[in-house]
């Protein structure tokens, strides 16, 4: 296979010398030959009459008559000053020059002139030849010339474009000679189809046949470019096995094809098929199909011009005509939506705006229903939550996932409505007409709204029906009155809401209040009772125990206090730190060493899993010491005794979900569940899991509080799960 490409908007070429007169200089090369092959004819003849004298000698035979040796002497004279010139015309050149005997050499001296004189005759054959034959392409050329002249003019003759295309695929089978030409459309979507043919019998015919769309995107995407194909053998083109296989089954042996392009559009291709078998094909085919593709072209945007202001003046009386009915419309379509806009605007209650929206929009547009859906953006679905029908089925309630549909949810998420035709009808309305317009907030004015898209209005007519302009208007301004109800109606509802939430946060002011006054004043009960107890104690041992109440109770206090201070820094973003680089594997066992003495008397297990290639991490040591002995603590205090406890490091790899942040991970496990009802409030102030404390080891429930604020001092994160016997508390710690 070839391929190039040939300048554009040229006419096959034709020179401009008339096809009767040969190239310059042709009659002096013409006479050089005739020159050459006297002198081979003469040295011929010469050794001729040179080889009857030699027998003669040889033979002894008695002296020539003179006369005799003179009639030869003349004979050879009259030969030799009369040769027959071998050319008498161009047509019988070829012939003549192929013909001529070479005479055999008598001497070596003669022998080299011999050789030189057919070297000569050789090479002005060739030239002879070379310019024959370039007489024969312009006479071809001029001929073509006339051809294409007349093609195109038949072609230009129509403006219908199906008599366009039935016309070229005609002349062009006919100019070629070729089995089959054929044009191909591409369509949307759809691959593309064979919209005229020329075929001569026995070969199929492939009027209407279409072609895959995986193959019309491979032509689409090289035909473009304005390239073309010149394909001597499919077998040995570099065709894709699908391609190939179509050619097969189309009985196509050889093809070239052009590109109908016209202003950078690829309007379509046309196509030469030989299929009787291989064909090369000249390059004056190749600049013929290339050049008629263009007049094509150019045909065929004269037909759409054509078309398109035949269109525009239909459609021009057409709009005279709709302007005088929409002008009688417009007060009732204005009166209507006055009417609309009140009801919408009389009620705070989102349910009764959309309800009367989709009511009202229904009886005055004469509808067969509309209804009015709800989008749950961090879903992906949309939910029809109100509806009025009068001629379809109710469609109440369905939710519709937006990712089924992204091209329709995409523009009405856009803020821009659309309507259209059912091409297959619904099971359950038919084909109907439809315009779907949204419900949306304006982006500078959607303060205090979760979403500026809010939902949407779908409004169902007969198959046939069209919204006009007035129409789709009317439904656009009921559409922004609902989005500026609901936001009203939802603003008033965020600011009950807010009312709400500040009650409830005075009311956990006031237990907050009461339960830290009542923390503070139990050790100081305790403290008190431990005092008089020891003035009144009888012994020593008494005393002494009275003594270690006297302290743990103070110790309480001291660290109920501590955490109350600790955390009011904390929520105030005024705790300080102070970075270090941290070896984890090395400091790591120095902080877990304090709790395996607890740990063993308790019969617990603590197992503790950190890798010794783990990069440092560079964070406040005192704040993570502080984090891990609180989890530790508590697992320690609510572990029952014969089960374990675990402590894993490990480092997330940065990924692009996370940010591309790496992160130390700090996993600890204990055999102890949480329920879950209890799970959400482990880490409020003051919240404590009583069924879990089955010691009654107390505390102040300050603790994970606490570590929750110091994780995110850190600019962490820690969660907390719990199944199957066991509690999990994760740490990440992002490493700097």
């Not at 010339?145 to 129509?158: G, L």
């Not at 019969?603 to 989890?631: G, K, Y």
Request: hydrophobic share 35%; glycine share 4%; aromatic share 6%.
């Amino acid at each position: 296979m070839s391929q190039g490409n040939l300048p554009q908007n040229s006419q096959p070429s034709v020179s401009a010398r008339p096809a009767n007169k040969h190239p310059q200089g042709y009659t002096e090369l013409e006479a050089a030959l005739d020159q050459v092959e006297q002198l081979l004819s003469r040295l011929s003849l010469e050794r001729v009459i040179e080889g009857e004298d030699r027998q003669e000698d040889r033979d002894d035979r008695p002296s020539r008559d003179p006369s005799h040796d003179s009639s030869n002497a003349k004979s050879a004279g009259d030969r030799s000053s009369n040769p027959k010139s071998p050319r008498t015309g161009s047509s019988s050149d070829k012939s003549t020059r192929s013909s001529a005997q070479s005479p055999a050499p008598a001497t070596s001296q003669d022998a080299g002139l011999t050789d030189a004189l057919l070297q000569i005759r050789a090479n002005l054959s060739r030239v002879l030849d070379s310019y024959d034959h370039q007489v024969e392409q312009i006479q071809q050329q001029s001929a073509q010339s006339h051809s294409v002249a007349s093609i195109t003019q038949r072609i230009r003759q129509s403006l219908d474009p199906g008599e366009i295309l039935n016309s070229t695929v005609i002349e062009v089978q006919q100019a070629l000679q070729a089995d089959r030409v054929v044009i191909h459309s591409f369509e949307d979507d759809a691959g593309s189809v064979i919209v005229a043919e020329s075929v001569v019998a026995p070969w199929p015919s492939l009027l209407g046949e279409r072609v895959s769309q995986a193959i019309a995107e491979q032509r689409i995407a090289y035909f473009r470019q304005g390239h073309y194909r010149i394909v001597d053998d499919i077998e040995t083109g570099d065709y894709s096995p699908e391609l190939l296989e179509l050619f097969r089954q189309q009985q196509t042996r050889a093809v070239l094809v052009a590109p109908i392009l016209r202003d950078d559009q690829l309007l379509g291709l046309l196509s030469v098929h030989q299929c009787s078998g291989i064909r090369h094909w000249q390059p004056h085919e190749v600049d013929l199909l290339r050049y008629l593709s263009e007049q094509v072209a150019i045909a065929l945007q004269q037909s759409r011009l054509y078309q398109q202001a035949q269109q525009l003046n239909a459609d021009l009386e057409q709009q005279i005509v709709r302007r005088a009915e929409q002008m009688e419309r417009v007060l009732k379509y204005e009166s209507m939506l006055k009417r609309i806009t009140d009801k919408v605007r009389d009620s705070l209650d989102e349910s009764q705006i959309l309800q009367a929206a989709v009511q009202e929009l229904t009886l005055v547009l004469g509808l067969a229903g509309c209804n009015s859906a709800l989008y749950d953006l961090e879903e992906g679905t949309s939910t029809i939550r109100y509806e009025y029908t009068h001629s379809i089925p109710t469609f109440y309630g369905r939710v519709a996932q937006m990712d089924d549909s992204p091209d329709i949810y995409h523009q009405l998420k856009q803020g821009l409505y659309f309507q259209f035709c059912s091409l297959y009808p619904n099971p359950q309305r038919g084909r109907v007409s439809m315009l779907a317009c949204p419900i949306f907030v304006d982006a500078n004015s959607s303060e205090g709204m979760e979403q500026a898209v809010l939902g949407d209005l779908w409004l169902i007519h007969r198959k046939e029906y069209v919204f006009n302009e007035f129409e789709i208007r009317m439904v656009q301004q009921v559409a922004n009155q609902c989005a500026i109800a609901i936001r009203q109606a939802r603003l008033y509802q965020a600011a009950q809401a807010q009312v709400t939430e500040l009650e409830r946060l005075n009311q956990l002011k006031d237990q907050f209040l009461s339960t830290v006054s009542h923390e503070l004043r139990t050790p100081i009960a305790n403290v008190k009772m431990a005092i008089h107890m020891l003035k009144t104690a009888p012994s020593e041992e008494k005393q002494k125990q009275y003594l270690s109440i006297l302290e743990s109770e103070l110790a309480r206090e001291e660290e109920l206090i501590n955490d109350l201070l600790d955390l009011q820094r904390l929520e105030e973003s005024v705790f300080p730190i102070t970075v270090e680089r941290i070896d984890l594997p090395n400091w790591l066992p120095a902080l877990v060493e304090p709790f395996r003495t607890r740990i063993a008397n308790s019969q617990q297990t603590l197992e503790v899993s950190c890798a010794e290639d783990l990069p440092p991490l560079v964070t406040d040591p005192t704040i993570l010491r502080r984090i891990l002995a609180e989890l530790l603590n508590n697992a320690c205090k609510y572990t029952p005794k014969g089960l374990s406890i675990a402590l894993d490091v490990s480092l997330q790899p940065p990924t692009e979900e996370n940010g591309f942040t790496a992160y130390t991970i700090f996993r600890l496990q204990n055999q102890a569940e949480i329920p879950n009802a209890d799970l959400p409030h482990i880490f409020e102030k003051f919240y404590r899991v009583l069924q879990v404390d089955r010691y009654k080891h107390g505390g102040t429930g300050l603790g994970l509080a606490l570590v929750q604020k110091l994780v995110e001092q850190l600019s962490g994160t820690i969660s907390a799960d719990s199944a199957d016997g066991w509690t999990s508390f994760t740490v990440k710690i992002p490493s700097r």
